[in-house]
C-alpha cells in the first residue's frame, strides 16, 4: 500500500472557509476537501502547500499554524493529511485543477460529501 504525505488548506474569509471538489477522474473524484495536495520529495510542508493552491486556484495564501494531523487508510493507500489554518494573501480564485470551489459556512461543511479523511479536520475547526 502507497503512503502519501498531503497538505490541506483551510482558508478562512469573511467567517467562511473554502472547499473544493476534486476531479471526476482523480481518487475520491467529486468529493469535497480542503484544497492542496501531495508534497515533493524534500519539499517543505508550507512552500508545498502554497504551491499546490497557486496550482490549483490560481491564488497566493499565507500558511499559518497546523490546525489538526489526520492519519487516514483508504483501500489502496495511507494518507497523513496536514491541515493548515490559511489566508488568502492575493489573486482571483480561478478552477484550474479542481471540479469547483464553494465558501461555505462552519455549520454546513459537514452536509458536503467530504473525503473521508478530511472530517475530523472539520470537527477540530468546528470546536475552536
Ligand atoms: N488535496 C487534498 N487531498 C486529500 C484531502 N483529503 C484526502 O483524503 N485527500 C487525498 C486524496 C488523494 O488520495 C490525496 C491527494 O492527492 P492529490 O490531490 O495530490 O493528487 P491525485 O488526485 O493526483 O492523487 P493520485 O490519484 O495521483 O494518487 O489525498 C484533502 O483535504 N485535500
Known sequence: MKQLVVTAAVIERDGRILLAQRKP?????LKWEFPGGKLEWGEDPRAGLAREIREELGIEIEVG???????HTYEDRHVVLMGYSCRCRSGELQKL????????QPDELLSYD???????IVEKLLRL
Open 25 to 29: 477522474e482523480t481518487h475520491m473524484g
Open 114 to 120: 467530504l473525503a473521508p479523511a478530511d472530517v475530523p
Open 65 to 71: 499554524d497546523v490546525l489538526e494531523v489526520v492519519s
Open 97 to 104: 485543477d479542481v471540479q469547483d470551489v464553494r465558501w461555505v
